[in-house]
């Protein structure tokens, strides 16, 4: 067996503040409001009688029901309300994280 010697070095960082990428943030964000919109429009379609569509219709607006129109409208609220929200999150963030951190 090996003579080993176990030797704890601490290991110092300096102190940084944690850092969220606005532009990042606001497409992932903007992504998963698309994906989930797309899915709850195809369960919408593929089972209308669950009623699992009805939130989209009620928070998007301008949405009628299942058709191209809708479609469209609702995938670009999607984007632009994902972006906004992942974008104000990750701003918020970066000045609270600067300021406290």
């Known amino acids: 067996m090996a003579n080993a010697t176990l030797q704890t070095h601490p290991v110092t960082s300096p102190a940084t503040p944690a850092h969220v ?11 998963f409001a698309t994906i989930s ?9 593929v ?3 669950w009623g699992l569509h ?3 219709l009620q928070f998007y607006l301008g949405l ?3 058709d191209l ?21 990750a701003a918020i963030f970066n ?6 951190g």
């Open 21 to 31: 990428s606005v532009p990042v943030l606001g497409a992932t964000l903007a992504t």
């Open 37 to 45: 919109f797309l899915l709850c429009m195809l369960l919408g379609l």
């Open 47 to 49: 089972a209308p009688e």
């Open 54 to 56: 009805r939130p989209w």
């Open 64 to 66: 009628t029901g299942f």
């Open 69 to 89: 129109r809708s479609l469209a409208l609702g995938l670009l609220q999607s984007v632009i309300f994902g972006g906004y929200a992942g974008a104000s999150i």
């Open 95 to 100: 000045v609270i994280s600067r300021r406290l």
